[in-house]
C-alpha cells in the first residue's frame, strides 16, 4: 500500500519546480535579448519576439506540471507543451546561432 507524501514535501516539490523553471524562463529571456542586440546591431531582420511563442508554451507545460502532479511523468498534455515548447526553442537558438556564425552575404 503507497503513501502518499508528507503535505510540506508536496509544498518543497512545487516551490523547487517553481523556482526551476522560473530560471529556465530567465534563461530563455536571455536568449531573446541577444537575439534582439544582435539584430540591432547587425542590422538583420531576426524577430526576436517570436522566442515568446516558445517561452509561453515551455511556461505552460510547466504550469501544468506544478499544478497538476509535479512528477514529470504520464501528463500527455504537459508533455505536448513541453515537447513543441523545446522543439521551437531549438530552432531559434539554431537559427540565431548560424545568423551570429554564418559566413556574411
Known sequence: ?????????????????????????????????????????????????????????LGAGAAWYVARSCSFVGEPVGDALLFVGGILLMLFAFHLQELMTGERR
Open 1 to 57: 500500500m503507497a503513501t502518499s507524501p508528507p503535505p510540506w514535501m508536496i509544498v518543497f516539490q512545487r516551490t523547487l519546480a517553481i523556482c526551476s523553471w522560473a530560471m529556465i524562463l530567465v534563461l530563455i529571456y536571455v536568449l531573446w535579448r541577444v537575439a534582439y542586440f544582435y539584430q540591432r546591431a547587425s542590422g538583420e531582420r531576426l524577430r526576436p519576439y517570436l522566442v515568446a511563442v516558445p517561452a509561453a508554451l
